[in-house]
């Protein structure tokens, strides 16, 4: 049997937040590929290009003002100077010198993402639909420059950028750098056989990473002053303790610093690499988690935007924003109520890797017991969910047992409507954005996300 | 070479009716050619569409794209896991993708945004990504309940082996079925960023769901007029195994072997421990002596997988085996542990004489 002649379909908003993700996956593995070899090919930047289209696209229809309120400083900055195109968050320059930039592109990601905004990474895609998106409207020729600079990873900022005449990695007559060869983030450093001690450049590791190095090759040969090798570690690199490694990384958490004297290699070292997402990563797994700390202080409070939303399609977005809090909060704050098994009342709220779940009767006595393994959401609620893999954190409270609650719990146990309780949080300082969810028996009941 | 970013004052919104209306001629030259993706525009009758052809409007708001597609196609993307053949629905499908991807190309160089057009490649995708579990996978009753099983033939004709809890524990033989087990479990166990012991044989019961109208269901007008609807049964993957905000990305992250705070040396230790070190590709010995050791990349195994059985496997097959490896693995080794570490799969690009 063949099918009608004419078939339409018509696509929702949430259709086009999934082709979205898509995008995004899509090309953080192409960035991440890309980044693990150093290099990327012109397949890899043709493909990425394509994906990068691909989330214009997406973000284009979806634009409202609030979005395009968001979007618009980083255009502006993007025709204000080229380098802003060269931004990529390897590069710690912009966290400590330009650190407004940083916090307008993770306003704009959180704006556009909302709870799948969990990672600096993503940001960065943002910016390159943010270049294509302006570019719409210029000539062909200065378009293709700029779809030049949309790249799987951007190289190391220019050294007169950030430095002027003041870099240590200014060749000079102690050292000469290589230059980049097919691995464009290795910084290849000849330390001169007249080099003397005093000549070495301590600066160099930091310097690399500002820049956006992931890894320094280092040649010392025929230098008489180096007394032992041990010294010459503790001196020129300083290494950072790596315990503190955070839960997830991405793409290189190290600036990897490999050196040869006299062709002896030394011991590989290992400096922190303090990416931003990386930092708040690590932050979050050992902070209070009611503290948000993922999203910058407010500087100004916007009016609130309330929005109703729909009911999410089944299993996946729930099981999504279930999922979010659990790539940072570990399981070892989980707790399951036993013998509780059905859910009357559940609220959940987001205001950054934070989240409330308010059960408005709980059997008793209420007896909170660490689940023995990670243990599938859907086991611990009767909600319609996917198999988490570990169990976010709840805060569970009935309301007749309050001990010590901090402010956000407070809203959400008390007896206000949803809104009130999402206007009430959105005025809380460090809230950006706000979803907030009520489930009865399994099915969403009301929807609401804002704004700060 | 430093340049000067030029944009408009304002980021400006865009209508997807930005595409350059074929003329009948590039139509005729398309159906011709047996192209699986036809833009086109303004009001098309009834006669005007080709053969064998159905005119798909897609619409979201007040903008709208429409494209002739082949009839096949239309429910191998909006019904995917239906329509016979599963090798047949991959080629066409992977086809179907890489002309959206050209098409989409001729966008980007003007500097276009569609996003109805790029649904059309990510449903493509998970059409795909469909077909590919249900050419791997038939259903089999046990107790009078269909459930789902690997579809012995085609592991058979691909030489893969079926993975049992036995393969799981290390295996002194070296024959080449056990060496494809060791890989793939290599590939697992980085995915995963634990040990290859450490892995379990999954259960597919619980990865998959089988989609059927099985009783009486009344379609409402709108989706009687606007689909097709062919009634057949399929296996799809439950929601939680496809892309979505977090999966997607995550899924990436864990893929690299790098989540769970992993002490990478050790990990690095623990596989060559359980594994012989001719199964590893250059990266992963690659400056073995030095402190410094880089994980394997898993395109690469994969790209091994493949390059063992292509030769006697049907040319048709050849393109999609790194994805039928990569969905494989996903369901076989992978599976509930993580299903953000869950292998990626993209339609191929097919060489003109498969």
Redesign the interface.
């Known amino acids: 049997?063949?099918?009608?002649?004419?078939?339409?379909?018509?696509?929702?908003k949430s259709?086009?937040k999934?082709?979205m993700?898509?995008?995004?996956?899509?090309m953080?593995?192409l960035r991440?590929?890309s980044l693990?070899d150093g290099e990327y090919t012109s397949e890899q930047q043709e493909a990425y290009?394509?994906h990068v289209?691909?989330l214009?696209?997406?973000i284009?229809?979806?634009?409202d003002n609030p979005m395009?309120d968001k979007?618009?400083p980083l255009?502006d900055r993007?025709?204000s100077?080229?380098v802003?195109?060269s931004y990529d968050p390897i590069q710690t320059y912009w966290k400590w010198k330009v650190p407004t930039f940083i916090s307008e592109l993770r306003d704009a990601a959180l704006n556009v993402?909302r709870?799948?905004f969990?990672?600096t990474?993503?940001a960065y895609h943002l910016l390159q639909a943010?270049?294509?998106?302006?570019?719409?409207?210029?000539s062909?020729e200065?378009?293709g420059?700029?779809?030049s600079?949309i790249l799987p990873f951007q190289n190391p900022l220019p050294r007169e950028f950030c430095y002027g005449d003041k870099s240590s990695l200014k060749e000079n007559k102690n050292f000469s750098l290589e230059g980049n060869g097919s691995d464009l983030l290795t910084l290849k450093v000849n330390v001169n056989p007249r080099c003397n001690k005093r000549s070495l450049p301590f600066n160099l590791v930091g310097e690399a990473k500002e820049r956006g190095y992931i890894k320094i090759r280092m040649a010392i040969t025929g230098n008489h002053w180096v007394e032992s090798k041990e010294e010459f570690i503790m001196r020129g690199f300083r290494p950072v303790s790596i315990d503190a490694?955070?839960?997830?990384?991405?793409i290189p958490?190290y600036l990897?610093v490999?050196a040869e004297i006299n062709r002896e290699?030394l011991?590989?070292k290992k400096v922190l690499n303090p990416l931003d997402y990386l930092e708040s990563a690590a932050k979050l797994s050992i902070s209070d988690i009611t503290q948000p700390e993922h999203y910058p202080e407010l500087t100004e409070r916007k009016k609130d935007i309330v929005n109703r939303i729909g009911n999410p399609?089944?299993?996946?977005?729930i099981?999504?924003h279930v999922?979010?809090p659990n790539?940072c909060l570990r399981i070892t704050h989980s707790l399951v109520v036993e013998g509780f098994n059905k859910q009357q009342d559940l609220y959940w709220t987001n205001n950054g890797r934070y989240l409330v779940c308010v059960i408005s009767s709980l059997p008793s006595p209420l007896t909170l017991v660490k689940p023995p393994a990670p243990m599938p959401l859907h086991e611990c609620f009767s909600l319609p969910l996917?198999?988490a893999?570990i169990a976010p954190t709840f805060k569970i409270y009935s309301p007749h047992r309050i001990s010590k609650l901090d402010p956000l719990d407070e809203v959400m146990i008390s007896d206000k409507t949803s809104k009130e309780k999402l206007l009430q949080i959105c005025e809380e300082p460090n809230v950006k954005y706000v979803h907030l969810r009520r489930f009865m028996e399994g099915v969403t009941v009301e929807d609401f996300e804002g704004f700060n | 070479m430093?340049?000067?970013?030029?944009?408009?004052d304002?980021?400006?919104?865009?209508t997807?009716e930005n595409y350059s209306s074929p003329s009948l001629e590039q139509i005729l030259a398309g159906v011709k050619a047996r192209k699986k993706f036809i833009p086109v525009k303004g009001v098309i009758l009834?006669r005007h569409?080709p053969e064998g052809y159905?005119?798909?409007?897609?619409?979201?708001g007040s903008?709208k794209f429409s494209i002739l597609l082949p009839?096949k196609l239309?429910?191998f993307v909006?019904h995917p896991g239906e329509g016979g053949n599963p090798l047949e629905a991959l080629s066409s499908v992977s086809e179907f993708y890489n002309e959206v991807?050209e098409f989409?190309?001729g966008?980007?160089?003007?500097?276009?945004?569609?996003?109805?057009?790029?649904?059309w490649?990510?449903r493509a995708?998970e059409s795909y990504e469909t077909y590919l579990v249900n050419y791997i996978i038939s259903g089999e009753t046990k107790g009078g309940n269909l459930t789902p099983g690997y579809n012995l033939a085609v592991l058979e004709e691909l030489n893969i082996p079926l993975i049992s809890l036995k393969d799981l524990k290390f295996s002194a033989t070296r024959d080449q079925s056990s060496k494809t087990i060791e890989t793939m479990k290599l590939i697992a166990s980085i995915c995963l960023g634990v040990s290859p012991d450490q892995l379990a044989v999954c259960d597919l019961g619980?990865l998959v769901k089988h989609v059927t109208i099985s009783e009486e269901k009344t379609l409402s007008g709108a989706e009687a007029?606007?689909?097709?609807c062919?009634m057949g049964s399929h296996w799809e993957l439950?929601?939680?195994y496809?892309?979505?905000?977090?999966?997607?990305?995550?899924?990436?992250?864990a893929?690299?072997g790098?989540?769970?705070?992993?002490?990478v040396e050790e990990f690095v230790r623990q596989q060559q421990r359980a594994l012989n070190l001719d199964l590893l590709p250059h990266p992963f010995i690659k400056e073995k002596g030095?402190?410094?050791i880089?994980l394997p990349?898993v395109?690469e195994l994969l790209n091994q997988l493949v390059t063992e059985v292509k030769d006697t496997v049907r040319p048709e097959i050849v393109p999609h085996l790194k994805n039928i490896y990569s969905m494989y693995i996903n369901m076989g080794l992978i599976g509930?542990?993580?299903?953000?570490a869950w292998l990626?799969t993209?339609p191929p690009k097919l060489s003109k004489e498969v």
Do not use: C
């Open positions: 049997m063949d099918p009608p002649k004419r078939v339409k379909i018509k696509l929702s259709d086009i999934r082709d993700w898509h995008a995004l996956a899509f953080s593995k991440r590929d693990i290009l394509q289209y691909n214009s696209s997406q284009d229809i979806l634009m395009f979007l618009q255009a993007l025709g100077r080229s802003y195109s993402f709870e799948g969990y990672e990474e993503q943010v270049k294509y998106l302006g570019t719409k409207d210029i062909a200065g378009r420059a700029f779809h600079t490694s955070p839960a997830r990384t991405p958490m990897t490999e290699k011991p590989v399609p089944e299993g996946v977005a099981a999504t999922d979010y790539s996917g198999p893999q | 430093s340049q000067q970013f030029i944009h408009p304002q980021l400006q919104k865009s997807t009834d569409i159905a005119l798909v409007e897609k619409q979201f903008q009839n239309v429910y909006s991807r989409e190309k966008l980007i160089s003007e500097g276009k945004t569609n996003a109805i057009e790029s649904n490649a990510v995708g619980n007029s606007t689909m097709a062919y439950k929601p939680e496809r892309i979505n905000p977090i999966t997607g990305a995550e899924r990436e992250i893929r690299r790098m989540g769970q705070a992993l002490n030095e402190s410094y880089s990349k395109d509930e542990a993580n299903p953000q990626p993209e």
